[in-house]
Structure formats: structure tokens, C-alpha cells
């Protein structure tokens, strides 16, 4: 996930406010908000003081002490979110220990509880697990057990305690903190404490953060380690197609997940999968000839090998488990396929966590540290939680509770519910692949034409959205027509008729099958009017970056000229860039986000073994930073310019001096990142030769430009997934569209909100009229005039040891969770 990749949106809950204290994220965020339109602030400028007067973050945490603990069963990820909590913590003025061996060490205590340092997290990021060890503790589970752990933590003066783990753990941690009072007063009694620890120990806080690879736990959208399980997945899917496709073989696939098919379902999209089987949606009885039938047809339209992916905990309606074994005496017996069985394992927990798990868990550990520091005897046990953009906190047993209520659901037998409750992203996901994998073609045909196409430059991810629009299409009866070369092939009539068959297995493919090019439409209106008549296009999906919105702002412009261009548009954003103005986020950001992580990790790998060595790393984006500061928080970089964010030679010097005083610690390497057009003077080269001058005898520098790399290999999971929902999304209201402007066997289209474009607000895909997101765009240096992940900067300095001042004046909320009524999904 990532880029911050979308997650899973918790429509199961509504959220009203309640008022805590501020929370270091908001109030960086704040502190470093992005000037409105035609101003620009320099880079690290102090905002002015309330009128309240400042809370200073830096001496929030001055007197107190955190514990950092990992426990229950491991998640990439996990050693983000602990650097995180050790780094802030510390930048607050608290002391930060380590409790090693999870819930173990804390009763265990002695060696097992060590107080952390700055470097002691160093090249953490990037490694899988948890470095300071998880394990199941039954002790933790008694009173003795319990009081044993509170001496621990009384005796070093510990009143704030971070868990990191699923829900049995933090369930351990609220009951530990319910009778802190008691364990306390019985450790007096006994003299295991004195009255004065007593007293300055009076209430425990606890926060946690949910690290699990089964995305199970409901009040987060996304939790640490999903992504990067997804990442493990697809690759051995992706390796396992190729043996299959050569020997015309059908897998089954069992994927882990205990009683979520999280990783099933979205495994399933990602791959173009055959079947999928997962717990909250069992089959109907007669699954058995469904399945085979579904096998043999897709075979018979030329497919050369089946998928079918199993989720651990699977079962049919009547509660029988449904295993992997069981699949496969199916298809070999009544089929006569030859078929293999795979069984993932512990490999999808293990590996380097993707660059949404190390953002996200970044993030939470920010967050987490602010809620123990603001805590009271009165503030309720919480747990950090992702919330579209935004890192919250939820109440930590109202969360419990709720998970809980979907396995009851399950037990019960009222699956449909289970898959509400799941929430409203995973109720679409099963939504779209239901559609994709087993409806078909109606014979009745709708009776209008629609075409896809590429523009701009290739991203990762665009194949599988063409592959959505297509299969979409096709099954609300529509003539599905491929462009070839984006406007350019649509003005020199480069269009053919494509079937379901010919996508089947785009979805993982990088670029652009299509062909996609950056000429835009004006110059040859008539050309593409004349071709739009020809060939009968009542509709244009275009897949795109910039110039995928332009081009699009410009055929509407041309319909006051050209009848022809009355027509029903939808442009959805791909772009690694992720610069289109009225989404979050575009196709294949993700993919080229984890291009640059990866690199990035192989080169402060390099580093490691040379010492005093600093690495100018250029990234693509044109004048858009976001790739620049996510690969920055993702791979720990000392630095990252972006145009947003203009910087001076001071700063650049401030940069060098900083890089200096790093170089007298244990961490003897630097990162630094710049986006490719942040500084016309400021070029690479430049601030290369200014490092290598300033660091002369202290360091030395090398520089790396990345260059198309960056455009280039497999989507993500996310990618894939993401624009498989976006290209069906996009022909659901295509199709509308074209339906409502519909008069007497014409389509004539020339209202604003004929022509929008996709994007990603928030927790919600929404269409937006282009025409109105023309006041939204900088056109000059093509990006939008605000952009959600500036808002992140702040926590890449801090993280990286800078000395900012916050202005901790604002107030974040304690959001509690009520459920929801269920009502049916809209159908796409």
C-alpha cells in the first residue's frame, strides 16, 4: 500500500467527535500546511503562536518514560512503527525503553527491558519482523504474571506503554491497564514497591497499533504488514502463472488469513483469478459444478492455465471447511486437469515491508506517542488507526468488540452481514471481482459503443485498469473499442473491437498494452470527430496522467465546435507523478513508490559497508514532490526537496551541517532525495558538488538519477487492484451517462458533469466535472494548488533528528464507533 496507497473504508462506523488533546500528527500537519494559491512559504518556517499560546511538542514528553512492545504473531512493518515511537518519543523529551519478547519480557523483565537510543533504531525500516522479538506469553495471562510485569514497569518509571499486535494483545493490554489500580495497591501491600513509586505510578496509559498480515481488525482501513503479505502473494502468483501457462496447469492457492479473506479476495483481484473461496462468503451448495464449469469454459476461450485461490480459513455454507486438497480432487477428478497444489505459508509474513507499511507504521508510531504523552487517568486505552488519510484513535475494546461481532456473524450463518461488516471497501471488492470472474457477456447487447485509452506517459497498473473497462463493459452488453497510441490513434483511426478474452491476462503486465502517447487533442479535432462518427464511439474512457485531464478539458472545449465530441468522458488518473488534480492518488504511484524504496534500500545497503558516504538520489515526478517525500518516509531519507516546499542555500547548508553531526554518531550515511524540477538552479549536479565540497574530509557523496526505471515493472498489489476498481467504476457511470443523454437513438452530452474525471477523496471514489477542477490546477507547473501529502513533510524531518518547532495549539479528536444499520451495497 503504497505510496499511501487506498485501503479498505470503515462504512460500518460513524464517527462523532469527542475532544482529547492534540495529536502530534495533526499538529505537525498543521504547522506545515501548504500556502494557499499564489504564495509560497520557505521550507521549516515557523508558523506564529495562537493566540492560546503554543504547546511545545519538544518538551511534551520531558519527565515521563514510553515502553515500546511487539507481540502476538509478527507483521512486516512492525520496526517502522517502533522507530517511530523510539525517534518521536525521544524528539518529545521522553525516555523510550524496548521491551523485548513481547508480553515475555515485560514480566520477564530485567535484561529484557533496555532504554532505547536514536541509533539503536538505525536500518530498522527496511527489515521484516520485529527486531526486538514477539512471543506468546501464557504468564501474561495470570495476576502473578501481571504484577510481575507492573513492578517491571514501576521500577524504571514507566506509565506509558505501547503495544504493537493483533487483537488478543491489546485485549492483554486494557485488562492489564483495568487493574493497574489493584496490582498496584498489592505490590505496596507485599513491599514489592515503595508508596512513592506507587504514587508517581498512579495510572498507566496505553495505546496500540494494530500489526497483523489478515487486515482483521476493524476500526483501521489498513493494518501493518497487509501490504506487504499482498507483495509476498503476488509475486509467488506471478511466478507460479508462468510454469502453469507453460504446461496448461490449474493451481490452487491457499493464502493465510484465519477467519478473514482479506488477502484471498484481493489476491483474487490482483491476479485475474479463476475463483476464489473465502470464510465471510461461502458458495452455494452446488459450488462443486459451478467451479468446474467456470474452469472448463475459461479454458475453452484459449486459456492455457486456472487460478484459484483458497483463504486459510474457507468454509461452505454449512460451516464444512473447504481445503485446498479438496479443490484439487475436484478438478483432477471430474476435469482431469492437472493441478497442483500451493500452500503460502509463512512466507507472506516474512520479506522487506512495502513502502505503504513503513509510511503507514511511521505514522501510527507519531500518532501513538502523542496519545500516551496526552493521556489521562480518565482517556480510555486507544488504539491508532488509519482513517482514509488521516492517522485517528479509536477506543480500543469498541474496536474489539466489533471484530468480534463479525466472526459472530460468520458463526451464525448470516454471511451477508459478515461481508457488510467487513466493511464498504471490501463489500466492493467482492462486488467487482463477483462481476469480473463470474458473470458473462449477455447475448441481448446494449446497443453502444465505448472506447478506451491511454495518454499520457505508461504507469504501472493502466493494464489492469483497461482490463476492468473492458470485461465491465462487455458485461453491460456495450462494444468495447481499443485505441491505440491515446488521441494520436483516435485522430489516425488506430481502432479495434476487443474482447473479453484478449485481456484475460493484462492484469499484471507493467506499461501500456494499448500504446499511449502525450499528444494532445486540439490540433486534431476534426480528425477525431470524423473517427468518433465512423466508428459509432458513444463514450471515451480515458486512462491518463496530466495529459489525460487536459486533453480532456480540451474535447470540451471542442464540443461548441464539433457535435461529435457531445459525448459522455471519464478520464481516470495513472501517472507514477500522482499529480492529477481531484484524486488522492493515480494508478501506479504505488508501483514506482516501492521502485524507489527498493533502490533506496540497496543503496544505504552500500553504504553500510563503506561508512561517511551521503547518496543524492533524483526522482521523477516533474514538479510534483509526491514521490520525492513518500520514498523519503518510506526509506528513511536524511532530506527530500520538492518544488512545494522552496529551499534556499541556507537550507542546504543547515542540510550539510546536519549530515556533519551524523557523521560523529554510529550511523555513518546519509539519504537525500531531490525531485527532479524542484530548483531550475539547485539541479542535481549542483547540490551534489555542494555536499561533496562542504563534507570534504567527513564525507563523501555519490549521486544516482533513477530515471524511467521508475515507470517501468509489475504493478503493486495496490496498483492492480486499484485500477481494476477504477476502470469498473468508470463503465458503471459511463453507462448511465450514456443512458441519460440518450434522446430518440442519439447521445448528445454537453453538460459539465458529462465530462469528469475518477479520483480518490478521502475514503471515496467520487466523480468530479473537469470544468470545475480547472480552479483546483496550477497549470504552469502542472500539479493541483493543494496536495494531501505535504501535510507528511513535517514527520520526515523529525524523523530524520531535525530540530523544528510545532505550533501544538490545535485539538484532534477521540472518535468512538457505533455500528451502522445494514443496508444493500448499490451495485455497480
Known amino acids: 500500500m503504497a505510496a499511501v496507497p487506498a485501503a479498505p473504508a470503515l462504512s460500518r462506523f ?83 525503553f524496548f521491551v523485548c519478547e513481547g508480553y515475555q519480557g515485560l514480566v520477564d523483565g530485567g535484561d529484557h ?19 526486538i522479538g514477539s512471543a506468546r506469553c501464557q504468564d501474561f495471562r495470570t495476576r502473578e504474571g501481571r504484577l510481575r510485569a507492573a513492578r517491571n514497569l514501576v521500577k ?38 515503595t508508596a512513592e513509586e506507587a504514587q508517581r505510578s498512579s495510572h498507566l496509559n496505553i495505546v496500540g497499533m494494530v500489526g497483523s498480515i489478515d487486515n482483521d481488525f476493524c476500526g483501521t482501513d489498513m493494518t501493518i504488514g497487509t501490504d506487504s503479505a499482498l507483495h509476498r502473494i503476488i509475486e509467488i502468483v506471478d511466478a507460479i502463472t508462468t510454469t502453469a501457462q507453460s504446461h496448461q496447469r490449474t493451481f490452487v492457492l491457499e493464502v493465510m488469513g484465519r477467519h478473514c479473506g482479506y488477502l484471498a479476495l484481493i489476491t483474487a483481484l490482483a491476479c485475474g483469478a479463476d475463483w476464489v473461496f473465502i470464510p465471510e462468503s461461502p458458495p452455494e451448495d452446488d459450488w462443486e459444478e459451478h467451479l468446474c464449469r467456470r474452469l ?10 486456472n487460478i484459484i485461490i483458497v483463504a486459510e480459513g474457507a468454509i461452505d455454507k454449512h460451516g464444512k471447511a473447504i481445503t485446498s486438497d479438496d479443490i484439487k480432487t ?76 463479525v466472526t459472530t456473524a460468520m458463526n451464525e450463518g448470516r454471511f451477508e452481514d459478515a461481508v457488510k461488516l467487513r466493511g464498504r471497501s471490501f463489500q466492493n471488492n467482492w462486488n467487482v471481482y463477483k462481476l469480473l470472474a463470474h458473470i458473462r457477456p449477455p447475448a441481448t447487447k446494449s ?127 495513472a501517472t507514477v507523478s500522482n499529480n492529477v488534480p481531484g484524486s488522492d492518488f493515480s494508478i501506479g504511484a504505488d508501483t514506482a513508490l516501492n521502485t524507489i524504496t527498493t533502490t533506496c534500500d540497496l543503496i544505504k545497503q ?96 555519490r549521486k544516482n538519477i533513477l530515471g524511467h526505471m521508475q515507470q517501468g515493472g509489475s504493478p503493486t498489489p495496490f496498483d492492480r487492484n486499484f485500477g481494476t476498481k477504477m476502470g469498473a467504476k468508470a463503465v458503471a457511470w459511463i453507462t448511465g451517462k450514456i443512458k441519460e443523454c440518450s434522446r430518440h437513438g442519439r447521445i448528445f452530452a454537453n453538460t459539465a458533469d458529462s465530462a469528469c474525471l475518477l479520483g480518490m477523496r478521502k475514503r471515496s471514489l467520487v466523480f468530479q466535472p473537469i470544468a470545475e477542477l480547472r480552479q483546483q490546477t496550477d497549470f504552469e507547473h502542472r500539479i493541483p494548488k493543494e496536495q494531501w501529502w505535504l501535510k507528511l513533510r513535517p514527520i520526515l524531518k523529525i524523523l530524520a533528528k531535525y530540530n523544528i518547532e510545532l505550533d501544538t495549539s490545535e485539538t484532534a479528536h477521540l472518535e468512538h464507533l457505533t455500528r451502522k444499520v445494514l443496508v444493500p451495497e448499490a451495485t455497480l
Open 606 to 701: 552500500s553504504a553500510a559497508g563503506t561508512k561517511r558516504r551521503v547518496f543524492i538520489i533524483e526522482t521523477m515526478g516533474g514538479f510534483c514532490g509526491y514521490l520525492a517525500t513518500m520514498a523519503g518516509l518510506a526509506a528513511g531519507a536524511d532530506a527530500a526537496y520538492i518544488f512545494e516546499e522552496p529551499f534556499s542555500s541556507r537550507d542546504l547548508q543547515a542540510n550539510v551541517d546536519h549530515l556533519i553531526e551524523k557523521m560523529k554518531t554510529t550511523v555513518k550515511r546519509g539519504l537525500v532525495l531531490r525531485n527532479e524540477r524542484c530548483n531550475e538552479n539547485y539541479t542535481t549536479d549542483f547540490i551534489y558538488n555542494l555536499y561533496s565540497e562542504e563534507g570534504k574530509g567527513i564525507f563523501d557523496c
Open 296 to 305: 472448463a469454459e475459461t479454458r475453452d476461450g484459449g486459456s492455457r492455465l
Open 156 to 193: 524504571r518509571g514507566i506509565t506509558n506503554l505501547c503495544v504493537i499486535g493483533g487483537d488478543g494483545s491489546l485485549t492483554g493490554a486494557d485488562t492489564f491497564r483495568a487493574e493497574w489500580g489493584g496490582l498496584l495497591a498489592e505490590l505496596l501491600k507485599t513491599g514489592g514497591i
Open 14 to 96: 460513524v464517527a462523532p467527535a469527542a475532544l482529547s488533546l492534540a495529536a502530534l500528527l495533526l499538529l505537525l500537519l498543521l504547522a506545515f500546511l501548504p500556502p494557499g494559491p499564489g504564495r509560497r512559504r520557505s521550507a521549516g518556517r515557523k508558523m506564529p503562536p495562537s493566540p492560546a499560546g503554543p504547546q511545545h511538542a519538544e518538551t511534551l514528553g520531558v519527565g515521563k518514560a514510553i515502553a515500546v512492545l511487539t507481540s502476538g504473531g509478527d507483521a512486516q512493518g512492525m520496526n517502522a512503527a517502533v522507530r517511530a515511537v523510539v525517534r518521536v518519543g525521544m524528539y518529545t523529551g521522553a525516555k523510550v
Open 330 to 405: 475436484l478438478v483432477v477428478k471430474r476435469l482431469g486437469y492437472d493441478t497442483r497444489v500451493t500452500i503460502l505459508g509463512h512466507v507472506q509474513r516474512g520479506g522487506t515491508p512495502s513502502a505503504f507499511d513503513r509510511i503507514l507504521a511511521s505514522r501510527m508510531g507519531v500518532e501513538a506517542v502523542m496519545a500516551l504523552l496526552e493521556g489521562t487517568p480518565d482517556t480510555p486505552a486507544c488504539v491508532v488507526s488509519l482513517s482514509g488519510n488521516q492517522a485517528v484513535r479509536l477506543p480500543l475494546m469498541e474496536c474489539v468488540q466489533v471484530t468480534k461481532d
Open 447 to 573: 446497443g453502444y459503443t465505448v472506447a478506451v485509452l491511454n495518454v499520457g506517459a505508461p504507469a504501472a497498473g493502466m493494464n489492469a485498469a483497461v482490463r476492468a473497462t473492458v470485461r465491465i463493459g462487455l458485461i453491460h452488453g456495450h462494444r468495447m473499442l481499443a485505441v491505440h497510441d491515446g488521441f494520436e490513434g483516435l485522430a489516425f483511426g488506430m481502432v479495434e473491437e476487443i474482447g473479453w478474452n484478449t485481456v484475460g491476462s493484462w492484469t499484471g503486465l507493467g506499461g501500456s498494452k494499448l500504446g499511449t502517447k502525450r499528444t494532445l487533442p486540439k490540433k486534431y479535432f476534426e480528425e477525431i470527430s470524423a473517427n468518433i462518427s465512423k466508428f459509432g464511439i458513444h463514450g471515451l474512457v480515458i486512462i491518463g496522467g496530466f495529459e489525460a485531464f487536459t486533453g480532456g478539458l480540451e474535447l470540451v472545449e471542442g464540443r461548441a465546435r464539433f457535435e461529435e465530441l457531445c459525448i459522455p468522458l471519464c478520464i481516470v488518473p
Open 113 to 131: 527491558i533496555k532504554e532505547a537510543t536514536w541509533e539503536s533504531v538505525s536500518m530498522m525500516l527496511q527489515l521484516g519482523g520485529t527486531v
